[in-house]
């Protein structure tokens, strides 16, 4: 029997955990997508992204008792299950990812001039997410995963927190860090841009462009 569509992630585990391979299915379709994007973002790898995905599954029906909703939701357990997997495999592969990455940034705001119908148009903005997928990529793993989770994911502070298995306050202070950092590399890129094509103004600020990157999310 199909569970029904509004089930929630909790339901849906358990009665996955009781052998409904339906329920099973649902959680899948409904929670894959979101883990291989975390692991693709967190690594720059869709071999590993892929990888991660049935290994978190896997672990899911082995181990889903383990699920407590009073630390976070459903989503916050699975990332969780990803973020160890991806973090062991930084540990057998350390070059797997640029961690200290010198790629050039764009200001995010920039998107918002991109005409959809303007096929030019849509390759500069195709080069612009890319940009910043690097600087995302090019940050340390600890502050990578809490933009990846927070500004990405969309999660809660709250669930990011259970996911990293930290307090709240230290998932705020990471975040700050991150989008500062982040900032200091798109204007870094965008100076260098501006100074190889001879003159222009250099500027840009990590709010914008971040809430631009949802766009590759």
Do not use: W
């Not at 160890?84 to 940034?105: K, Q, S, T, Y």
Request: proline share 4%; charged share 25%; with cysteine.
């Amino acid at each position: 029997m199909t569970p029904p569509t509004n089930s929630s992630d909790a339901e849906l585990l358990r009665l996955a955990l009781a052998g409904d391979e339906a329920a099973f299915t649902s959680l899948f379709r409904r929670r894959q997508a979101g883990v291989y994007r975390f692991a693709l973002h967190m690594s720059g790898s869709e071999a590993l992204a892929e990888d991660v995905v049935q290994e978190v599954f896997i672990v899911l029906i082995r181990d889903g008792r383990n699920f407590d909703p009073a630390r976070g939701s459903v989503a916050a357990y699975l990332y969780g299950i990803a973020r160890n997997h991806v973090l062991r495999a930084f540990e057998r592969e350390r070059g797997i990812v640029p961690l200290a990455h010198d790629g050039d940034g764009e200001e995010g705001a920039a998107f918002d001039l991109v005409s959809a119908d303007d096929p030019l148009g849509e390759l500069t903005r195709g080069e612009m997410i890319e940009k910043l997928r690097q600087a995302v990529l090019a940050l340390p793993a600890h502050y990578r995963e809490v933009v990846v989770l927070c500004e990405l994911q969309e999660l809660s502070y709250a669930d990011a927190a259970a996911a990293l298995d930290c307090a709240v306050g230290t998932v705020r202070s990471r975040l700050h860090r991150a989008r500062a950092m982040l900032a200091a590399k798109l204007r870094d890129g965008r100076r260098r841009e501006e100074a190889a094509r001879e003159g222009g103004a250099a500027g840009g600020g990590p709010p914008q462009a971040l809430r631009t990157a949802r766009c590759f999310a």
